[in-house]
């Protein structure tokens, strides 16, 4: 079973009883569900994965203590702890009474300091390059099971994706780094035998692709162990998978390095293709760099135009 399933149906069962019971006049004030660090929280648990973190659990968010005092945070904290140890044939943690640092009761404004950096989900534009995108992914994944006030539901809505000019700030940088690593470097490495460095070079150059990638699906990249798999369920450029997974994953040696050029320009052809349809870039020809700049040109706050290309990578 998902953990994500195992969480609802255990809040189901035993949470919202709970809450709607001992605590029903504060329950409208709550926001519940599962979200934040793990792959279940994305639903990309597998057998694996039941090894460590799968649980039946869930997370209470609190509004600031001016509205539920912390002598209320504590019996939340204590209830949620008595909950059943076990359901449906998988064990409850029992690292301390709050539920452990993925479930438990928390603060709104804990939770998303932790994630990024201000307590309201209200960020300036500079912190839209700074916060890691696999922070902002783990503050808006997972499903809401309850938020009848919507307050942090609204929380997460502000840091749904990236504002426009950041995103295309970002493929740029990403676009420069495909064009320098692998239409650049890595055949002037293979011309030199140098092998190591023309690893290096794709290695880099599938790093920027999967960031333009997800960038041009409009969606936060995750930790780099699920972004293959991701990769996977995107609705553009998915097909980029198997090139991609071929570039890293072979030498470069013998016919391979012709192989993997010609995966390079397939990679950049399909991404500029594809920027091309959004309407992000005009240049007429094949390197990466020079949509790197027609992006660039194309962004409105003059501010973040100006900052150097590479800014947002």
């Not at 950096?117 to 912190?127: S, W």
């Not at 950041?166 to 030199?192: C, D, E, F, T």
């Amino acid at each position: 079973m998902k953990g994500l399933e195992l969480s609802e149906r255990f809040y189901v069962e035993y949470g919202a009883p709970m809450l709607n019971g001992q605590f029903a006049d504060i329950a409208s004030l709550l926001a519940v569900g599962l979200f934040g660090s793990g792959s279940e929280c994305f639903g990309y648990d597998d057998n694996l994965s039941a090894d460590h973190d799968l649980e039946p659990g869930f997370c209470i968010i609190l509004p600031d203590e001016d509205v539920i005092d912390r002598q209320t945070e504590f019996a939340l904290e204590r209830a949620y702890y008595k909950l059943p140890r076990e359901f449906m044939g998988y064990k409850r943690s029992t690292i301390n009474p709050a539920g452990g640092n993925r479930h438990g009761v928390a603060r709104m404004r804990d939770f998303l300091l932790s994630k990024t950096g201000t307590p309201d989900g209200v960020l300036p534009t500079r912190a839209w390059f700074s916060i890691p995108e696999q922070s902002l992914a783990e503050a808006t994944n997972g499903k809401i099971f309850r938020d009848d006030s919507g307050k942090f539901t609204a929380a997460r809505q502000r840091l749904a994706y990236l504002p426009e000019d950041v995103r295309r700030k970002k493929l740029a940088g990403h676009l420069l780094l495909m064009g320098q690593a692998g239409q650049y470097n890595y055949p002037r490495s293979i011309a030199r035998g140098d092998t190591a460095a023309a690893q290096l070079a794709v290695i880099e150059f599938a790093k920027s692709a999967l960031h333009a990638v997800f960038l041009l699906n409009s969606r936060y990249i995750p930790y780099y162990k699920w972004s293959f798999r991701a990769l996977s369920e995107l609705p553009t450029l998915s097909t980029l998978y198997s090139p991609l997974e071929y570039l890293i994953s072979s030498g470069n040696k013998d016919g391979e390095a012709t192989t993997k050029q010609a995966a390079v320009n397939e990679i950049c052809a399909a991404i500029i293709s594809t920027a091309k349809e959004q309407g992000l870039t005009d240049f007429a020809g094949e390197a990466a760099e020079g949509h790197a700049l027609a992006i660039n040109r194309r962004i409105a706050d003059e501010k973040i135009r100006n900052l150097h290309i590479l800014y947002g990578v």
